[in-house]
């Protein structure tokens, strides 16, 4: 199975486009309506509190219940009734656990802009919510006492749910999503000059390369803060961000992450971002992969 080619299918389907503006429009203004409440909810669905993707977590509820509700369901369909309540109970967790996961997929998925990760975003978004829809539809079938019906619906709701999971794998291991932007590769044990102290100026980000690797400087006062430059979530240039409120906050998702220490202060990103510990030496601003920032 060629992968990019069905990734390439996707994104040519045009009318895939209005229906993920749509929704990525309704998620956007739902969070934007609770105000301050509303980013906390949104940063909590993210997983900012897990430091890793609350969505990836809550997938596998729903996988793997239904895994098991498949694998009862055949036990039952060769004549063995006991398995029948197990089949059930596995289809209602599922159940539950696909509403924690579309939730918090729709929360990581809303802020994407490029064509690809809306377009595969979004199919693979109505699929799992159609693998979910026949998967409810069985389980009002199981309780009517209709077990045939019951189990059809959840065979298809199987294939359904096996082809959105494919997707979620793409948006993952080929367009990188939900996985760490930042360059963590560490400098030398040594301190590199990367500036001369007169041309960093006060609460404006700047750019420079230490051995290579993109940092973000910030001066507030006689203190000088480093990050990596390449924001964790997507990798946004932090540098061409804005300081706020002891952060610095990304241009592109607006993640912000403390200045001090890189912890994510608001999402989407889950991920801390890689800090340097700092020091001036003969007017050269110095700077090494590690600790917290020190005093000039």
Not at 252 to 257: A, D, G, I, L
Request: hydrophobic residues 40%; aromatic residues 8%.
């Amino acid at each position: 199975m060629d992968s990019l080619a069905i990734t390439k299918a996707i994104e040519d389907q045009e009318w895939l486009a209005p229906v993920a503006d749509g929704l990525q429009k309704a998620v956007e203004t739902t969070y934007a309506a609770g105000g301050d409440a509303g980013r906390k909810v949104e940063d909590a669905l993210h997983g900012v509190w897990l430091g890793h993707p609350l969505h990836a977590v809550l997938t596998d509820i729903p996988l793997g219940a239904w895994s098991v509700a498949a694998a009862l369901d055949t036990l039952e369909a060769i004549g063995d009734d006991k398995y029948a309540a197990g089949a059930d109970a596995a289809v209602g967790i599922g159940l539950l656990g696909a509403l924690g996961s579309a939730v918090t997929g729709l929360t990581d998925w809303y802020r994407l802009s490029g064509k690809t990760t809306k377009r595969l975003g979004g199919a693979h978004a109505l699929i799992n919510i159609s693998a979910t829809a026949l998967y409810g539809a069985s389980y009002v079938m199981r309780k009517r006492s209709n077990r045939g019906a019951g189990r059809a619906l959840a065979l298809l709701g199987f294939g359904a749910v096996s082809a959105g999971a494919f997707l979620g794998g793409m948006l993952v291991y080929y367009q990188k999503i939900g996985v760490d932007h930042s360059k963590r590769e560490e400098l030398a044990d040594e301190f590199v000059d990367v500036l001369d102290w007169d041309d960093l100026e006060e609460n404006t980000p700047k750019r420079v390369e230490a051995n290579g690797q993109p940092v973000v400087l910030v001066r507030q006062g006689e203190k000088i803060y480093a990050l990596a430059d390449a924001c964790a979530h997507l990798g946004g240039p932090l540098s061409e961000g804005k300081v706020c409120d002891g952060g610095i906050v990304c241009p592109w998702h607006e993640s912000r992450f403390a200045l001090k220490d890189g912890k994510v202060l608001d999402g989407p990103s889950t991920f801390a971002q890689p800090h340097y510990e700092t020091r001036v030496q003969d007017g050269k601003v110095q700077v090494k992969y590690g600790d917290p920032v020190l005093e000039v």
